[in-house]
């Protein structure tokens, strides 16, 4: 499911438990910032990140873009490592 899902009707679609389950795992998973620099997939610009390859970005990432701007700059919120727990 993504962002936006609707049912035929035009109802948003109820996420399964399933779909919760991999939210919760993808939000928990912390971004290793110096990796996916040292791979040439994000760039520091102060506060910011620049993306410099989305295609490479991991999907853990990517669930995590908080605010974004122009030249493909993000920030990312911080993962919390208790939302697996949560849904059991």
Not at 19 to 26: G, I, K, S, W, Y
Not at 58 to 68: C, G, M, V, Y
Request: with cysteine; charged share 30%.
């Amino acid at each position: 499911m993504s962002d936006g899902d609707t049912a035929d009707d035009g109802v948003p679609a109820v996420p399964t438990l399933a779909e919760l389950r991999h939210l919760a795992e993808m939000l928990s998973t912390p971004i290793d910032f110096d990796l996916l620099v040292a791979d040439g997939i994000l760039k520091k610009r102060g506060a910011w990140w620049q993306v410099l390859d989305r295609d490479r970005l991991p999907e853990h990432a990517r669930h995590k873009d908080q605010n974004l701007k122009t030249g493909n700059c993000v920030q990312f919120c911080k993962h919390d490592p208790s939302l697996r727990d949560r849904l059991g």
